[in-house]
Structure formats: structure tokens, C-alpha cells
């Protein structure tokens, strides 16, 4: 009887983890999303960088280039009255294993409030793990084409489906 009880626990506290984690993918790409989100939204390249696949930031001119963009567009917003209204991160598609990296396409919406109204850009990016899914960069189509992401990504899946680029939405502002 110990043995069996011995047997159910450590199948319990030992495989069920494992097979719980793999279901918690989305989960993990979406909380992880919004922590990319925030860093962004924040210009807090230092939490934002973490989420940026190496041959992206080297594609970018390596991290100190990358920064000095980050910051002029962010000086460039706020001089132009342009702040974040919403982003918002949509659920994973089909969570893909290639060449040992997990990928997947996740669906993003991005709000900005402008002095002329509300832009809102639909877009997606693609998200890759090389751990398993504990830890996911997250790559903008929108900023980076599906045609430069195949040379610059040295494992990117031909499985992935990327849908085409949506032209942004103005909502004008209402004076009322």
C-alpha cells in the first residue's frame, strides 16, 4: 500500500507539473506579452530588451542602437502629443516546434491617441522560445516584413502563417 501511495504522489508532484506547464503556453506568451507591452508603453528598454530575439537587435545595430531609437521615437511621441491609449495582446495561434524552438503567431492591437484622434494599428507578431516556453521574444511584423524576419531569424518556421498587413484605423476625436 505505501508503494502505491509512494507511486501516486510522485506522479503527481513530479509529471503532472511538466504536463500542466505545456499546457500553459498561451498563458505564459500572453502575461509575458503584456510585460513586453508595458516595458514598451514605459520606454523602459532595460525590461523591453529581454523580449527582443538576439539577431533582431543586432539586425537593429546591437542593443545601444536599438536604445536610441527607442528613446527618439518615445521624444517624438510625446512632442507631438501622441501617448498609448490601449495595447492589447490577443491569444497565441498554433504553438509550433522547429528545429527545437517553439514559435507561434500572436495577434496584436495597438491604440494611440493623437491629437487628431484614436490610431489603431492590428497586427501580429511572431513569438519564439528556445527554453521550452519559459521565456519568449516577441517580433512586430508590423516593424520588421516576413521577408526580412526569413533572413534575419535563422530558424523561423515556414509553417508560420503571418497575416498581411492591415492598414491603421483614425477614429477622429469627437469635440463634444
Known sequence: MRKILFLFFLFTY???PGTASSQNLPTTIKVQG??????????????FVKFMHPSVIAFAGGEEEMRTKMD???K??????VSFKRYWIGNPGTIINYKNQLQAVLPVSVSL????????????MIVMS???GK???FIDT??????????????FSPELVIPPRQKPKMEPLSHT
Open 14 to 16: 513530479l509529471l503532472l
Open 34 to 47: 503584456m510585460e513586453m507591452a508595458t516595458a514598451f508603453m514605459k520606454n523602459d528598454f532595460n525590461a
Open 72 to 74: 527618439s521615437a518615445y
Open 76 to 81: 517624438t511621441m510625446k512632442r507631438f502629443g
Open 113 to 124: 491617441t493623437t491629437p487628431l484622434g484614436i490610431l489603431t494599428t492590428e497586427t501580429s
Open 130 to 132: 528556445n527554453d521550452k
Open 135 to 137: 521565456n519568449w521574444w
Open 142 to 155: 508590423n516593424v520588421y516584413s516576413v521577408e526580412h524576419l526569413k533572413d534575419i531569424l535563422p530558424h
